[in-house]
């Protein structure tokens, strides 16, 4: 009922920039959080940041360096990645649940497929 689809990843050398997409359809998400995972090879899936409409939350890893944002009227959400380090490297997931916000993967209710982004040195 409801599809997220990542958009944006690619390689970008330490110190660039990226800028992350994902489109949902199915149904209007304006009053779900939505958010932002990664996956390096080998471990587990972490928290990167997640909005709602009443609050923002960022892990401590990308605070300062990455801002989520999201335009409602296009049922998207954004995440700009400045200062990318090569740490930042992993699959990044795009999430929604109906409920607030939190960094705890397993309660999200939808995912997408992924879009992989790499930083080298």
């Known amino acids: 009922q409801v599809q997220l689809v990542e958009s944006g990843g690619g390689l970008v050398q330490a110190g660039g920039s990226l800028r992350l997409s994902c489109a949902a359809s199915?149904?209007?998400?304006?009053?779900?959080?939505m958010g932002w995972f990664r996956q390096a090879p080998g471990k587990e899936r972490k928290f990167v940041a997640a909005?709602?409409?009443?609050?923002?939350s960022y892990a401590d890893s990308v605070k300062g360096r990455f801002t989520i944002s999201r335009d409602n009227a296009k049922n998207t959400m954004y995440v700009q990645m400045n200062s990318l380090k090569p740490e930042d490297t992993a699959v990044y997931y795009c999430?929604?649940?109906?409920?607030?916000?939190?960094?705890?993967?397993?309660?999200?209710?939808?995912w997408g497929q992924g879009t992989q982004v790499t930083v080298s040195s």
């Open positions: 909005i709602r409409w009443n609050g923002l």
């Open positions: 999430a929604a649940r109906s409920g607030i916000i939190t960094s705890d993967s397993t309660v999200y209710d939808y």
């Open positions: 199915g149904r209007s998400l304006s009053s779900y959080t």
